[in-house]
């Protein structure tokens, strides 16, 4: 059992330091109220405590990353937000520029250790549970989602090294890229291969000189693809080695960095970024690899089962996606509540004096009901997301095929449902500002912008039910589906 190192540059540290009792916190973002009592009541999270994997944890270091996470996200990501709006990433003669105030959430990020709450001990990270992960993530997401994106696709494609690379790749990679000195992506998406991946064009040849390949190709709708935030940024891309078989058992999984670990740049070049309906802070790229024939790449795990170690950070990114769907739509309810507080227009159904003082608007029943709406969403689909992090930590404690199949089964739903219905709460928070939330001054037009490719990247959801139906349901005759009715019969029992 590895030892938790003392926490001189991470979460804690940087509690006791910049962030001591400078913000008044109201609860912006979501209610930590409910946060706290899913984590502590529901979902106890202090059992965990009791697991080996834990144990060098406590409740106070669950409190005081909780603590942190809420200023950080407060004081730093969430003032961000508009700006990266307005200003957008820039690209300019083969370079992408990420909006300045994007540095400041980088650095802070960089010196609470939030690119690896939950990674091992041993791998530089503060091995937090996945859900004490999730909940943090979500006070950041829900403050700026375009800046979260940056912190977590390194962290996604550094766990794949960590998975299935070679002692060389670990060696190379991981600990500048847990720290966020190197940041990462995923590279699937080819201009005519979207959700059909099988389609990809990408090609790896050996060198005859060495142990990489040559890779040629061009991937593009790629989050974060670059910019200026580090010095390099480390691509798991998917390609198709020379002979390799037709389809989807042809793919084969590759690391190719930006710049080779002695700086030389390593052919990967920027044709350019999207001009997105949301998200501007958060650049997308048009990516060619190898265009000048001096691209290299390294193999990562076997030939040919590319997708399937791809899959790991899909699943993760899909779950992810979810996350940050109801991240937005928990901080355009907050926006409304306060708004519909605040704001006074008209008087009760049953007041006929015209001469009576008007009241804010949340004691109309079509703003209620509006927020009500808004709220159980919210609510309950952070409880599911949470609820998936608790299998996932149960699952890195100790194997439990029941665990496993019943989070294969629900992370479709986390991310279709959850992107889909987000919307139309975002949409609802928007009606109950009426004309002034159609306008920016406040951000919940920006979060319905913003919130509108949720549904569409990490698979559609059309794509979601179809890995839902296709897959889940009927694998093991339906076993994860039984096991899903049988402890929500338990927990209706047990509530009774």
């Not at 008044?24 to 080996?52: C, H, P, W």
Request: hydrophobic letters at 40%; charged letters at 20%; aromatic letters at 8%.
């Amino acid at each position: 059992m590895c030892t938790r190192p003392e926490y001189g540059e991470g979460v804690l540290a940087v509690r006791t330091t910049w962030t001591k009792g400078t913000a008044t916190m109201s609860d912006q973002i979501t209610s930590m109220r409910n946060l706290r009592f899913l984590l502590y009541e529901v979902l106890n999270i202090e059992e965990l405590l009791g697991k080996a994997y834990y144990e060098d944890h406590s409740k106070e270091t669950f409190d005081m990353a909780l603590e942190t996470a809420e200023q950080v996200a407060e004081e730093i990501f969430k003032p961000a937000l508009q700006k990266m709006d307005a200003e957008g990433a820039q690209f300019a003669d083969g370079k992408v520029t990420v909006p300045e105030c994007m540095h400041e959430v980088y650095k802070v990020a960089r010196e609470g250790g939030w690119m690896a709450t939950s990674v091992p001990f041993e791998l530089g990270g503060q091995q937090f549970p996945v859900m004490m992960d999730t909940a943090t993530s979500f006070l950041f997401a829900g403050a700026n989602n375009a800046a979260h994106m940056y912190l977590l696709l390194g962290t996604g494609a550094a766990n794949l090294i960590a998975s299935f690379g070679s002692d060389e790749l670990k060696e190379t990679y991981l600990e500048k890229m847990y720290s966020g000195e190197w940041a990462g992506t995923m590279a699937l998406t080819e201009p005519q291969a979207g959700s059909s991946l099988a389609d990809i064009t990408t090609t790896a040849v050996k060198a005859e000189d060495g142990d990489y390949y040559w890779i040629k190709g061009t991937k593009c709708f790629i989050s974060a693809g670059d910019h200026d935030l580090t010095d390099n940024i480390v691509h798991p891309v998917l390609a198709k080695i020379e002979g390799a078989p037709p389809g989807t058992k042809g793919i084969s999984l590759f690391i190719v960095p930006k710049h080779l670990p002695s700086g030389e740049f390593n052919d990967v070049g920027t044709d350019g970024i999207e001009h997105k309906m949301g998200l501007k802070g958060s650049s997308t790229a048009v990516l060619a690899f190898g265009a000048n024939d001096n691209c290299r790449a390294w193999l990562l795990g076997e030939e040919h089962k590319g997708l399937k170690y791809m899959f790991q950070l899909m699943n993760h990114a899909r779950l992810y996606t979810g996350l940050q769907a109801v991240a937005a739509a928990s901080h355009a309810y907050r926006v409304a509540v306060e708004y519909a507080n605040e704001r006074e227009q008209g008087r009760k159904m049953t007041e006929k004096d015209p001469t009576t003082p008007q009241i804010p608007i949340i004691n109309h029943a079509d703003v209620r009901l509006m927020l009500l709406k808004q709220k159980a969403f919210v609510e309950g689909a952070i409880g599911l997301i949470l609820y998936c992090a608790r299998l996932a930590d149960n699952l890195l404690c100790e194997e439990n095929e029941a665990d496993d199949n019943l989070l294969g089964l629900l992370t479709p739903c986390v991310k279709a449902h959850g992107s889909d219905v987000a919307f139309d709460s975002i949409r609802l928070a928007v009606q109950v500002l009426g004309g002034a939330g159609f306008c920016e001054e406040l951000p919940v037009a920006q979060l319905l912008r913003d919130s509108k490719v949720f549904s569409i990247y990490e698979g559609s959801n059309g794509i979601q039910a179809l890995d839902l139906l296709g897959r889940k349901v009927v694998r093991q005759g339906g076993a994860a589906v039984q096991e899903l009715a049988k402890r929500m019969g338990e927990t209706i029992a047990a509530a009774k």
